[in-house]
């Protein structure tokens, strides 16, 4: 059983267009988080939110914008997609919202936009 | 703000050497520190963790790192290099600060040479 699955693995699409990234996560966790990987690796979180409610949300665009629906899930949404936004992201979860949390991600969504 | 600097995005070793990854952190606060490793086309896998019981951390697969405040350093090790640990390594931070914010470094291209 994959612990923390992300839906699609790949997603190509056109600038303009909107599209959705799914996240599920069956570890029991309380915490979720998006973050955005760019072309050179590096590491940005996005959002994190605790029992569905929005704790993190950095300085994002708000064309993306998070859904969770229940605790096991956290979706992502972005409208109007640029050239900019191609990216790898990542959902990642951990037990609680606290210092110190491991992270676990999933394997990632690898977006491009033309 | 907490923030980490690996140096070096790129290290290459031969099978069998020592392998050193450097990061250095900085922090307000007495900080916890990570490292997590990521193979190619998967999401990160925690190696281990500080959490303050001990400067010296054990992690999986042979890796273990040193946190020395004074330095302000927390340095991934490995006696004797695998062709399996060939991957990108992130150096990571939290200090409780920004919503509990875990904050990643660059990372470290980790090469081994058969």
């Known amino acids: 059983d994959t612990a923390v699955s992300q839906t699609p693995k790949y997603l190509v699409t056109q600038m303009g267009n909107d599209k959705s990234i799914k996240c599920e996560q069956n570890?029991?966790?309380?915490?979720m988080y998006w973050y955005k990987q760019d072309s050179k690796k590096f590491l940005k979180i996005m959002f994190s939110?605790?029992?569905?409610?929005?704790?993190i949300n950095e300085t994002v665009p708000n064309r993306f914008s998070p859904k969770s629906p229940d605790k096991a899930h956290l979706n992502l949404h972005i409208n109007s997609l640029e050239l900019g936004d191609s990216a790898v992201y990542f959902c990642a979860s951990s037990q609680l919202l606290g210092q110190g949390e491991k992270l676990f991600f999933g394997s990632g969504t690898q977006l491009s936009v033309l | 703000a907490q923030s980490v600097t690996q140096l070096g995005s790129h290290v290459s070793v031969s099978e069998g050497a020592l392998v050193l990854l450097r990061c250095n952190y900085s922090?307000?606060?007495?900080?916890?520190l990570f490292w997590y490793v990521q193979y190619p086309n998967q999401g990160l896998q925690l190696l281990l963790k500080?959490?303050?019981?001990?400067?010296l951390v054990k992690g999986i697969n042979g890796f273990e790192a040193e946190f020395k405040k004074s330095e302000t350093s927390f340095h991934l090790t490995k006696p004797s290099a695998h062709m399996s640990d060939a991957a990108e390594y992130f150096c990571a931070v939290s200090d409780g600060s920004g919503g509990f914010k875990t904050i990643f470094g660059a990372g470290t291209r980790l090469f081994v040479k058969a």
């Open positions: 922090s307000s606060v007495p900080p916890y």
């Open positions: 939110y605790n029992n569905k409610e929005l704790i």
């Open positions: 500080y959490t303050s019981a001990a400067t």
């Open positions: 570890l029991g966790h309380d915490t």
